[in-house]
């Protein structure tokens, strides 16, 4: 097991700040520590397939592909990476399908500072790192028997859309956000739809209140 002074930190965010408030948290924790930065999942990729790492701190909104596929495809490349998902998506948007993809653990950017150095040790020393909530989460799905809900049965992709059709943003606004065309976002809106029996947008709403999946998503 690596020390936790002396890991190999990747860190991927697009948001420079949050990338260097990052940086000052861990280092006070891992003076000796390396540290990489990517601030897209194509980057991200191309470093954790360049180069070895103890631990990938990995935000789900990067600019040009979602962190859900970046996940996947980084525990392709080096399945022994634990990769500790830190984003301003709350739990119930996006921690089962974290935990599903392969996360080692789920935390959100308004987690105090000591708790995510505590969450990077736990991790690297081959924990998992979950809150109480989200493995109570993680229980009634098994107990679920493997009846799936309506939402479940969504791409990554087509959940993010309709995340944020749900929160009211228009197809153009959700096109800019995840830099992808309207006519893409309006392919996403159909599926997702169609897989979940709805009609409108006023439903997906209605749906997304029902099943407390808009509680504290973030409305930028």
């Known amino acids: 097991m690596k020390s936790l002074r002396q890991a190999r930190v990747l860190l991927a965010d697009d948001h420079a700040i949050v990338r260097q408030g990052l940086l000052d948290i861990l280092r006070e924790s891992m003076p000796r520590a390396k540290f990489g930065e990517a601030r897209t999942g194509q980057e991200t990729v191309e470093l954790v397939r360049r180069q070895v790492w103890d631990i990938l701190l990995l935000d789900i909104s990067l600019p040009d592909r979602s962190g859900i596929e970046i ?8 399945p022994k990476l634990p990769v500790l ?35 990077v040790g736990r991790v690297l020393a081959r924990g998992r790192y979950i809150s ?10 098994f107990r679920r028997d493997g009846v ?16 944020l059709l ?16 309207a006519q893409t976002v309006s392919t996403h809106r159909s599926r997702v739809i169609d897989k979940m029996g709805l009609r409108t947008n006023a439903d997906l ?3 997304a209140v029902r099943h407390a999946l808009v509680d504290g998503w973030d409305q930028s």
């Open 71 to 78: 996940l996947k495809e980084v525990r392709g490349l080096d």
């Open 85 to 119: 998902i830190l984003t301003m998506h709350p739990e119930e948007e996006f921690g089962l399908r974290s935990l599903r993809a392969g996360a080692a653990g789920y935390l959100t950017k308004n987690t105090d500072p000591k708790e995510i150095v505590v969450a």
């Open 132 to 141: 109480e909530s989200l493995a109570e989460e993680l229980a009634t799905e």
């Open 148 to 163: 799936r809900m309506p939402h479940e049965r969504l791409s990554d992709r087509e959940f993010e859309v309709f995340g």
């Open 166 to 181: 749900a929160r009211g943003h228009t197809v153009k606004e959700i096109a800019a956000r995840l830099k992808i065309s």
């Open 205 to 207: 709403v209605q749906y």
